[in-house]
């Protein structure tokens, strides 16, 4: 029986339809209707996949919420090229169940599930067709074939770059980070106070950035940044054009592949052309990516045709980690510059204002003083850090390059525990690398809820920029409406029901939800314009009703 046979068969019998009749309307015995009865809060607790009508195994609230938060976890590890077995989701998914008992009111369903949930291969396949994940493999498949398939990938680029005459300058490679650009480490009384602090969201001061630099190291791409609309940036009256990034506002901080594809066009290509003529350098350029879901597998038939110059290598998936020279402590160098400017920064302000470090913190540092930081620290990224890099992918390109003259670079956590020192923070070397660190950690289950929240949630943007106001409400509702016609039609009559209930959810969060945002901020500012102005609470019945979706 589908969920919404069951759900329907649960509403007559409340509404005092017997058992019998039950039986004989939908043509099933009394023993499976009374099944369904005696497991109706679970059926009515349970949100399937889109796409998904029928679910043999009734699962906990606990369940479907553990599987929501490990296909956010899914979907961050896949945007950074990583492996996924089985082994690596299974334990996932039991860290991810585990918390969630521990954070809910327990319960005798919870408490009988406790124990059958055991996250077995069969549970793991069935996680793989309901959510339509293909890149994630069984046991022993992948992981110990990481080394080996890094060497025969080694030989396939060597080919390429030889074959086609490459040299250091035209070689490039682009990866995407996170950055928690507002945190400080740990033992800091900044970061003590604000764990303790009511509604405190560890996601909330998350951006990705993506870093792009060539193999000679003297060619930095302006980097591609994405982040919700920032208040700041009308505040500010930022022009975005102006900013020392290419920046994209994204809810989810996830890099998608509309936006990559315009950084190519728009930022890589003309950046890349110019330093080729201002360098007298043949007209050709290769750009390594790894194979995460935001770099599109046909991105050079997305070029355009001024810059068709430029060809792409993809690293295979279990490679990245020990290939990707941006992994070769190019990013994590990144960071450490970026906390030493930011540092730097604190001192100078409280050394020379009246602001306490306390104030500037919480009032005073925004994203348009990070992106500030962000320019000075990828500046400050050294040529010998961003050549060295290269040495696993591309070892000749190094071999190639002697790094005599080359001042002896000072440890630049000394720099920052210095700084920290002089603010009246207590902070080691250990404390900063562990903050370098926790920029790449695994995601906790609390990260990951606010993470989906973050994703999901119709809440109001913090800013609506001028391009929204040409939009009137009466589009955006006669779009929306037409997207639930055409979504319901695909769901009913295409036979694929996984894999067009994900592409539609896709298209939902990447396209719709922006509309929506603009729709539900109008509502707000309208409720907020009659609170002030009791003039315009009373609304004809016509008015109420041209408010309704």
Same mark, same amino acid.
């Given at each position: 029986?589908?969920?919404?046979?069951?759900?329907?068969?649960?509403?007559?019998?409340?509404?005092?339809?017997?058992? &019998?009749?039950? !039986?004989?309307?939908?043509?099933?015995?009394?023993?499976?209707?009374? &099944?369904?009865?005696?497991?109706?809060?679970?059926?009515?607790?349970? #949100?399937?996949?889109?796409?998904?009508?029928?679910?043999?195994?009734?699962?906990?609230?606990l369940?479907?919420?553990?599987?929501?938060?490990? %296909?956010?976890?899914?979907?961050e590890?896949?945007?950074?090229?990583?492996?996924?077995?089985?082994?690596?989701?299974?334990?996932?998914?039991?860290?991810?169940y585990?918390?969630? $008992?521990?954070?809910?009111?327990?319960?005798?369903?919870?408490?009988?599930?406790?124990?059958?949930?055991? !996250?077995?291969? @069969?549970?793991?396949?069935?996680?793989?067709?309901?959510?339509?994940?293909?890149?994630?493999?069984?046991?022993?498949? !992948?992981?110990?074939s990481?080394?080996?398939?890094?060497?025969?990938?080694?030989?396939?680029?060597?080919?390429?770059? *030889?074959?086609?005459?490459?040299?250091?300058?035209?070689?490039?490679?682009?990866?995407?980070?996170?950055?928690?650009?507002?945190? %400080?480490?740990?033992? #800091?009384?900044? #970061?003590a106070?604000?764990?303790? %602090?009511?509604?405190?969201?560890?996601?909330?001061?998350?951006?990705?950035?993506?870093?792009?630099?060539?193999a000679?190291?003297?060619?930095?791409?302006?980097?591609?940044?994405?982040?919700?609309?920032?208040r700041?940036?009308?505040?500010?009256?930022?022009?975005?054009?102006?900013?020392?990034? %290419?920046?994209?506002?994204?809810?989810?901080?996830?890099? &998608?592949?509309?936006?990559?594809?315009?950084?190519?066009? =728009?930022?890589?290509?003309?950046?890349?052309?110019?330093?080729?003529?201002?360098?007298?350098?043949?007209?050709q350029?290769?750009?390594?990516?790894?194979? !995460?879901?935001?770099?599109?597998?046909?991105?050079?038939?997305?070029?355009?045709?001024?810059?068709?110059?430029?060809?792409?290598?993809?690293? =295979?998936?279990?490679?990245?980690?020990?290939?990707q020279?941006?992994?070769?402590?190019?990013?994590?160098?990144?960071?450490?510059?970026?906390?030493?400017?930011?540092?730097?920064?604190?001192?100078?302000?409280?050394?020379?204002?009246?602001?306490?470090?306390?104030?500037?913190?919480?009032?005073?540092?925004? +994203?348009?003083?990070?992106?500030?930081?962000?320019?000075?620290?990828?500046?400050?990224?050294?040529?010998?850090?961003?050549?060295?890099?290269?040495?696993?992918l591309?070892?000749?390109?190094?071999? *190639?390059?002697?790094?005599? @003259?080359?001042?002896?670079?000072?440890p630049?956590? /000394? /720099?920052?525990?210095s700084?920290?020192?002089?603010? @009246? =923070?207590?902070?080691?070397?250990?404390?900063?690398?562990? $903050?370098v /660190?926790?920029?790449?950690?695994?995601?906790? #289950?609390? *990260?990951?809820?606010?993470?989906?929240?973050?994703?999901?949630?119709g809440?109001?943007?913090? +800013?609506?920029?001028?391009?929204?106001?040409?939009?009137?409400?009466?589009?955006?509702?006669?779009?929306?409406?037409?997207?639930?016609?055409?979504?319901?039609?695909?769901?009913?009559?295409?036979?694929?029901?996984?894999?067009?209930?994900?592409?539609?959810?896709?298209?939902?969060?990447?396209?719709? &939800?922006?509309?929506?945002?603009?729709?539900?901020?109008?509502?707000?500012?309208?409720?907020?314009?009659?609170?002030?102005?009791?003039?315009?609470?009373?609304?004809?019945?016509?008015?109420?009703?041209?408010d309704?979706?």
């Amino acid at each position: 029986m589908s969920i919404e046979l069951k759900r329907e068969t649960i509403e007559k019998n409340e509404q005092g339809v017997r058992v &019998t009749d039950l !039986a004989r309307q939908y043509g099933r015995s009394t023993s499976t209707i009374c &099944t369904v009865l005696k497991q109706k809060e679970l059926i009515k607790g349970i #949100t399937p996949a889109k796409g998904v009508t029928i679910i043999s195994k009734l699962r906990s609230s606990l369940h479907e919420k553990m599987e929501k938060l490990l %296909m956010v976890w899914v979907t961050e590890k896949q945007l950074k090229g990583d492996t996924l077995t089985q082994g690596i989701i299974c334990e996932k998914a039991r860290a991810i169940y585990g918390d969630l $008992l521990n954070q809910s009111p327990r319960t005798s369903t919870d408490e009988a599930s406790e124990d059958s949930f055991k !996250a077995s291969r @069969g549970w793991f396949d069935n996680f793989r067709k309901r959510k339509g994940i293909h890149s994630a493999v069984r046991h022993g498949e !992948a992981a110990s074939s990481d080394v080996k398939a890094a060497e025969d990938h080694l030989k396939t680029s060597s080919e390429l770059i *030889e074959a086609n005459g490459y040299i250091p300058q035209q070689v490039f490679n682009c990866n995407e980070t996170g950055l928690f650009w507002k945190k %400080m480490p740990n033992r #800091t009384y900044i #970061t003590a106070e604000e764990k303790i %602090m009511p509604g405190h969201k560890p996601m909330k001061d998350r951006l990705t950035l993506a870093l792009c630099a060539n193999a000679s190291g003297d060619c930095k791409i302006k980097p591609l940044l994405y982040l919700e609309n920032p208040r700041a940036f009308k505040s500010h009256k930022i022009l975005k054009e102006k900013l020392q990034v %290419m920046w994209r506002a994204n809810p989810k901080a996830w890099v &998608t592949r509309q936006f990559f594809v315009q950084w190519v066009n =728009l930022v890589f290509g003309p950046s890349v052309k110019k330093y080729l003529q201002e360098n007298n350098l043949p007209m050709q350029a290769l750009l390594v990516l790894d194979n !995460a879901p935001a770099h599109p597998p046909n991105l050079e038939d997305g070029i355009l045709e001024e810059f068709k110059f430029i060809n792409v290598l993809y690293l =295979l998936p279990n490679t990245t980690p020990i290939l990707q020279p941006m992994h070769q402590q190019v990013i994590s160098n990144f960071k450490k510059l970026y906390i030493k400017h930011l540092f730097r920064r604190c001192f100078e302000v409280t050394e020379n204002t009246n602001f306490t470090l306390r104030e500037y913190w919480k009032d005073h540092f925004n +994203i348009v003083v990070c992106l500030r930081m962000i320019d000075k620290a990828w500046l400050s990224v050294t040529t010998r850090t961003l050549t060295s890099a290269w040495k696993k992918l591309w070892p000749e390109s190094v071999a *190639e390059r002697t790094f005599e @003259g080359f001042e002896p670079e000072v440890p630049v956590e /000394e /720099e920052i525990v210095s700084l920290g020192k002089s603010m @009246g =923070l207590v902070i080691d070397e250990r404390d900063v690398n562990e $903050l370098v /660190e926790e920029h790449s950690q695994e995601l906790t #289950t609390e *990260e990951l809820q606010e993470l989906q929240s973050q994703q999901h949630s119709g809440v109001l943007k913090e +800013i609506r920029f001028e391009e929204e106001d040409t939009i009137s409400t009466s589009e955006i509702k006669e779009i929306l409406g037409m997207w639930e016609r055409v979504s319901q039609f695909v769901e009913k009559k295409h036979p694929q029901k996984v894999a067009t209930g994900r592409a539609s959810e896709l298209f939902n969060d990447t396209c719709l &939800t922006h509309f929506r945002s603009i729709l539900q901020g109008r509502k707000k500012q309208t409720s907020l314009d009659s609170f002030f102005n009791p003039a315009k609470k009373a609304k004809t019945s016509e008015e109420k009703s041209s408010d309704k979706i």
